[in-house]
């Protein structure tokens, strides 16, 4: 278990942002931490404005004062209900998590762009937002925040998303694994944590063509990428349960975005875990293609792991 982990987590009144408070009680995460909640009020101000809504007389001597004193206001209240967002959801997490270290961050920024910021600053071991999927159709599609987000930080995020069930025990990790160093760091990343006894842990292994370029320049010599793949889950698998986790372990034949999904709606898992960048070289893999398309699609949280 990782000591002193420190979570940046975006908060702004929403249904989904409270499902991503409620998702942190099923992440594994240690007793102790540190905590940042960091909530935007999405609004325009001027660079040099202070975070209590002071606008410099500089940047708006030339404005109508009417139109001044009403753009003031609208600041003022969107802060002062940024600030509600924060100290609720530190009531929460204090509640929840009793002996965590808990702050607050509020400013007046756009959303996505503060939470990367801060965590460019404060260097976060995890960043956790909800996913402001907000229709029936939302399932398609992740909140332009989430994906902004999820795309540019520097660090592990996790959307979060309700389970598929609410009350069935033991909890459910699955872990996508492909040989590549992204992927051991999911699988480590997981190992690292505290879960409740019973918790499973459900490795997912993909073939396709990226699978297949990849073997080209492995040098574990075996002989087919089956065998590859099933020493690699045998290893990955002997490295979870030593942590306590109940392991399976499954190689599937398709497209990774469309089999991970599918396969955490088959075995109800509560998050899937995904290295940031998979096997190939020259592009993005995971997080170009299967990763935002697997956060995009899943009923269930998604956390994208990357080296700290």
């Known amino acids: 278990m990782k000591k002193n982990m420190?979570?940046?987590?975006?908060?702004?009144?929403?249904?989904?942002?409270?499902?991503?408070?409620?998702?942190?009680?099923?992440?594994?995460?240690?007793?102790?931490?540190?905590?940042?909640?960091?909530?935007?009020?999405?609004?325009?101000?001027?660079r040099a404005a202070s975070s209590a809504g002071d606008a410099p007389a500089a940047a708006l001597k030339n404005y109508n004062p009417s139109v001044v004193e009403h753009r003031l206001e609208q600041v003022a209240h969107a802060l002062e209900e940024a600030r509600r967002w924060a100290t609720n959801a530190s009531k929460r997490l204090h509640a929840q998590f009793p002996s965590w270290k808990v702050q607050t961050e509020v400013c007046g920024h756009s959303p996505a762009w503060a939470i990367i910021e801060k965590a460019d600053?404060?260097?976060?071991?995890?960043?956790?937002?909800?996913?402001?999927?907000?229709?029936?159709?939302?399932?398609?599609?992740?909140?332009?925040?989430?994906q902004t987000v999820l795309s540019e930080a520097r660090c592990s995020v996790r959307i979060a998303r309700s389970r598929l069930a609410k009350d069935p025990t033991p909890g459910q990790i699955l872990i996508g694994v492909d040989g590549s160093a992204s992927a051991a760091l999911a699988v480590a990343e997981v190992a690292s944590r505290a879960w409740p006894p019973d918790t499973k842990a459900h490795l997912v292994a993909v073939l396709d063509h990226a699978m297949t370029t990849?073997?080209?320049?492995?040098?574990?010599?075996?002989?087919?990428?089956?065998?590859?793949?099933?020493?690699?889950?045998?290893?990955?698998?002997?490295?979870?349960?030593?942590?306590?986790?109940?392991?399976?372990?499954?190689?599937?034949k398709g497209l990774p975005k469309?089999?991970?999904?599918?396969?955490?709606?088959?075995?109800?898992?509560?998050?899937?875990?995904?290295?940031?960048?998979?096997?190939?070289?020259?592009?993005?893999?995971?997080?170009?293609?299967?990763?935002?398309?697997?956060?995009?699609?899943?009923?269930?949280?998604?956390?994208?792991?990357r080296p700290r």
């Open 6 to 46: 420190k979570l940046l987590i975006a908060y702004d009144g929403t249904t989904s942002a409270d499902t991503a408070l409620d998702d942190l009680l099923r992440a594994g995460l240690p007793a102790e931490a540190n905590a940042i909640v960091i909530s935007v009020a999405d609004i325009f101000m001027p």
């Open 121 to 146: 600053e404060w260097k976060p071991d995890l960043v956790v937002l909800g996913s402001h999927n907000r229709s029936a159709l939302g399932q398609l599609f992740l909140g332009s925040i989430s």
């Open 214 to 252: 990849a073997l080209n320049w492995t040098e574990d010599g075996f002989e087919d990428e089956r065998t590859w793949i099933e020493n690699l889950l045998a290893t990955s698998t002997a490295k979870l349960q030593a942590c306590g986790l109940r392991v399976s372990a499954v190689v599937k």
């Open 258 to 305: 469309e089999v991970l999904v599918e396969e955490a709606e088959r075995v109800n898992s509560d998050c899937i875990f995904l290295g940031a960048r998979g096997l190939r070289r020259l592009e993005r893999f995971l997080l170009g293609s299967v990763s935002t398309a697997v956060a995009t699609r899943a009923q269930c949280s998604v956390e994208i792991v």
